[in-house]
Every structure is written in structure tokens, then in C-alpha cells.
């Protein structure tokens, strides 16, 4: 079955800890991104990749940090620097080219901070 | 004043009735409008896609957009008790998934 894959279900954080979030996708798509979810927010986007070795950040980037060195690969660092990380984290993935595109999520990590 | 605008609810309808969520947007320039359902604790999936005005019919889905008056709507028809969750509109001025931009969010519960 294709799709994407998000681990760990639940994280839980230290103060002054980093912690990475994976996000798989097998649909061959080019692009990929990061969102939170806050309670009543929707959904705020984070960093996003359109190509392998290229990212830029979305409207909520401080704090966090990304890489994209395979196509199938995003994964997110939450740093010590995000005070506030407690939230629901999706990842989603797309392509870039052709008619009614749209992104297709992840079932999401939930970050606690202990 | 935020980009587009849903109510975040919550609505609570009982069963079998029909259900009317929308959004209003201030960008002229969307003109790519989608669905999202998104159950308890899930990642959200795409509902209903729909391109500049007019409307889009799925079983018991319609999505309708207004760009005259910057104003989308999702109706379920004979809601059930699996339709409670939350639904997201989203939009985008490019045909590229790139540029979404999401609602709040409406919690849906349809009591059996």
C-alpha cells in the first residue's frame, strides 16, 4: 500500500532535549511538509521540501529544523530552542506537477513535554 | 485578519440530518478549494477537491464555492454517526499543492 508513515505515534521531550520525528512516504511524490496542530488553529506549516536537498520554512520555523537527503525521507528536529512544542505534528507529501494536485497526510505525532 | 476563516464550532447535529460547514476566504486569487476530514487523533484525508465556482457532488458530499463571494460550503446529506470529526476547508491560488492555506477547523458530532 502507498502512503506516509509517521514515527513515533507519541514523543515525549526533556527540557533541553532535541528530538527528531520521522516521516516516510513510498507515493514517489516531490514535495513534502510539516505541520502543527494546535487546539482551535488548524494547521500551521513549519519547513517545506520541493526537491531532495532543498527546503525552505513555512510560517513557524523557529525552533525547528529539517533535512531532505532522500526523496522518501523528511524528518523533523524539534530543538531546545521551540519553548512551546507540545502539539500534534503531521507530515504530508505531494507532487508538483499535474492537475488537481493536493497534499495527502500522515496519521501524526503527538509531542509531550515531560 | 487571517486569510480564511471557519467556525471552529463545536456543532452537534443528530442523525440524518444535513449538515452545512463553511468558510469565507479574503484572497481573490484562490481559486483550488478542498475538503479535509480529520477523525480524533488522525492525520487528515482529502474529502471533496473542487476547481473555481460551482458545485461538486460525492455520495452524500457537496462541495460548493462562491468566488463572487469569497465563500465555500460542505454539505452532508443524511449525516451519520461516522461523519463526526473535524473538518478542514483549504485553498490555494496555484494548481500546485504547494501554497495551501487551512481553516481553524469544524468539530463535527452527529448524535445517533
Known amino acids: 500500500d502507498g502512503g506516509i508513515t509517521q514515527s513515533p505515534k507519541y514523543l515525549f521531550r526533556k527540557e533541553g532535549q532535541n528530538v527528531t520525528l520521522s516521516c516516510e512516504q513510498n507515493l514517489n511524490h516531490d514535495a513534502m511538509y510539516w505541520y502543527r496542530q494546535d487546539p482551535g488553529q488548524g494547521l500551521r506549516l513549519i519547513y517545506y521540501s520541493q526537491i531532495v536537498n532543498d527546503f525552505q520554512k513555512g510560517d513557524i520555523a523557529e525552533g525547528y529544523s529539517v533535512s531532505r537527503e532522500k526523496k522518501e525521507s523528511f524528518p523533523l528536529t524539534v530543538t531546545s530552542a521551540q519553548k512551546n512544542p507540545t502539539a500534534f505534528y503531521l507530515c504530508a507529501s505531494s507532487r508538483t506537477s499535474g492537475i488537481q494536485e493536493t497534499q495527502y497526510f500522515g496519521p501524526g505525532t503527538r509531542l509531550l513535554v515531560l | 485578519q487571517k486569510e480564511v476563516e471557519q467556525d471552529p464550532g463545536p456543532l452537534s447535529v443528530p442523525e440524518g440530518a444535513i449538515v452545512s460547514l463553511n468558510c469565507t476566504y479574503s484572497n481573490s486569487a484562490f481559486q483550488y478549494f478542498m475538503w479535509y476530514r480529520q477523525y480524533s487523533r488522525k492525520g487528515p484525508e482529502l474529502l471533496m477537491y473542487t476547481y473555481s465556482s460551482g458545485n461538486k457532488e460525492d455520495g452524500r458530499f457537496t462541495a460548493q464555492v462562491d468566488k463572487s463571494s469569497k465563500y465555500i460550503s460542505l454539505f452532508i446529506r443524511d449525516s451519520q454517526p461516522s461523519d463526526s470529526a473535524t473538518y478542514l476547508c483549504?485553498?490555494?491560488?496555484?494548481?500546485?499543492?504547494?501554497?495551501?492555506?487551512f481553516g481553524q477547523g469544524t468539530r463535527l458530532t452527529i448524535n445517533p
Open positions: 483549504a485553498m490555494s491560488a496555484w494548481k500546485g499543492a504547494q501554497k495551501l492555506v
